[in-house]
């Protein structure tokens, strides 16, 4: 008989660890510059120091945290370049997502719009990001080529700390959803060039806006952000990470949620 190694529980927790730091990452608890440990991760995620390596093996890897020097590492912060490279290519695929769903005349529920200006209603964060998700992940699938999928989700965390870092301010919230019911509204009626430009306007007010913000000393990673908005495209979180997120502790020097 062929004999494999047992596996044990290490790479799912160090998977579950990486999660509830981008969760933590993305809606403000872990602000851009912020320098944090292994060993308070371990603490707060009650795990040991092995998984919290790994997860922040694989958070330097994708960009979000950097070398801070000495013991630990920061989290990275959010430059106009930056942001405008992630904008320029997130127009593009969303665009393309918009026009194949709009082409397939794809059913999508007005739900979707209730549920993310109730979201907006509130003070809950999370719910906002969530609400946001749910809706350009039902583009993403409407349009029904799995490859853009793919494409696109090589930059959802990097979005959605965007998103997280820019919609406390009570003004960007509203706008992003009247944008999102004329987007649906072009989907649904059948209409691929009106829904790809509407698509594409979307994300390059977006993005210019936070890079002129963050031109004239702003900061996207503070309670200084943009007025206007930037928002996700769809990702998706674990039941298992949204609980290990729940452990991370704020400090003196992390936001708050709106």
């Known amino acids: 008989m062929t004999v494999i190694t047992p596996l044990n529980a290490a790479p799912d927790l160090a998977q579950q660890a990486y999660q ?6 993305c809606d403000g608890r872990y602000v851009a510059g912020q320098r944090i440990t292994q060993e308070a991760l371990a603490e707060s995620l009650a795990v040991s120091r ?26 990275a912060p959010l430059t106009a370049d930056h942001i405008a490279n992630l904008y320029q290519v997130r127009s593009v695929l969303d665009g393309l997502a918009a026009r194949e ?3 397939r005349q794809a059913n999508l529920s007005f739900r979707l ?14 719910a906002m990001i969530e609400a946001d998700i749910a809706f350009h992940r039902a583009i993403y699938e409407a349009a029904g080529n799995p490859v853009l999928l793919q494409a696109a989700e090589r930059s959802w965390n990097h979005i959605r700390r965007i998103m997280g870092a820019t919609l406390s301010q009570a003004g960007a919230r509203h706008a992003v959803w009247d944008e999102h019911e004329k987007m649906l509204e072009l989907i ?28 004239h000393g702003g900061d996207a990673g503070s309670d200084k952000t943009a007025d206007r908005h930037a928002h996700a495209n769809p990702g998706s979180s674990s039941s298992s990470s949204s609980n290990s997120n729940s452990n991370l502790n704020p400090d003196s020097n992390q936001r708050r949620q709106a």
């Open 113 to 126: 719009i209730g549920a993310g200006r109730s979201a907006t209603r509130g003070r809950d964060l999370r």
């Open 20 to 25: 509830a730091i981008i969760d933590a990452i």
């Open 50 to 75: 092995q998984p919290i390596l790994q997860a922040l093996l694989l958070l330097k890897r994708d960009g979000l945290v950097i070398d801070a020097g000495g013991r630990g590492v920061m989290v």
């Open 188 to 215: 649904v009626s059948g209409r691929p060039d009106a829904a790809q430009q509407q698509a594409l306007l979307h994300c390059e007010r977006a993005g210019e806006s936070l890079v002129a913000r963050l031109g």
């Open 101 to 103: 769903a709009a082409r």
